[in-house]
T-cell receptor
Framework: EDKVVQSPLSLVVHEGDTVTLNCSYE??????LLWYKQEKKAPTFLFML????IEKKSGRLSSILDKKELFSILNITATQTGDSAIYLC?????????FGKGTRLHILP | NAGVMQNPRHLVRRRGQEARLRCSPM?????VYWYRQLPEEGLKFMVY????????ESGMPKERFSAEFPKEGPSILRIQQVVRGDSAAYFC????????????FGPGTRLLVL
């Protein structure tokens, strides 16, 4: 059965800390891996990864994929209270996306 | 260009009633996906539709749930004879092409079954 597993499930850190969120997957017909940020409403897209070893960056966020070991990490440096959210990892299989349960990140001021 | 719109945003139903959730995709988008999110859970794929066609409904419960995306008008997710376990947030996403990576999410409909 296809699965996407995220860890940790929740994380509390202080502002300014660096965090690493993990995502491992077992999915047949893998097409891509995606990261989303979900605050109170709809998930918003962060990154799409298709190739191993190529880091994607956007400001203080970065992500990388390892297709051999079947995992990805999302790094957030110099965290701010506005980074508090649920971070969702998802994998595209065929025409649908399979989501992990998410990591609930809380940044303390 | 307005984003994906869902209505109602909140819906309260008693057990046994019907729930109808609507999703208007972004302009120019002809692909619609529905997801369900239970408390403390990630989003679970339910169904993928194109105009007038159901492409993949492998995530839909076998009974009581149906979805459509007519030629004109919004996509509808219909839940008949709702039960307490149907209480969840239902998200719709649309994309301009077959790749779900390009999907944009709506704000969701929060269904509460009393």
């Amino acid at each position: 059965e296809d699965k996407v597993v995220q860890s940790p499930l929740s994380l509390v850190v202080h502002e300014g800390d660096t965090v690493t969120l993990n995502c491992s997957y077992e999915v047949t017909n893998f097409r891509s891996l995606l990261w989303y940020k979900q605050e109170k409403k709809a998930p918003t897209f962060l990154f799409m990864l298709t190739s191993s070893g190529i880091e994607k960056k956007s400001g203080r966020l970065s992500s990388i994929l390892d297709k051999k070991e079947l995992f990805s990490i999302l790094n957030i440096t110099a965290t701010q209270t506005g980074d508090s959210a649920i971070y969702l990892c998802a994998v595209r299989r065929d025409d649908k996306i399979i989501f992990g349960k998410g990591t609930r990140l809380h940044i303390l001021p | 260009n307005a984003g994906v719109m869902q209505n109602p945003r909140h819906l309260v139903r008693r057990r046994g009633q019907e729930a109808r959730l609507r999703c208007s995709p972004m302009k120019g988008h002809s692909h619609v996906y529905w997801y369900r999110q239970l408390p403390e859970e990630g989003l679970k794929f339910m169904v993928y539709l194109q105009k007038e066609n159901i492409i993949d409904e492998s995530g839909m419960p076998k009974e009581r749930f149906s979805a459509e995306f007519p030629k004109e008008g919004p996509s509808i997710l219909r839940i008949q004879q709702v039960v307490r376990g149907d209480s969840a947030a239902y998200f719709c996403a649309s994309s301009p092409d077959r790749g779900p990576e390009t999907q944009y999410f709506g704000p969701g409909t929060r269904l509460l079954v009393l």
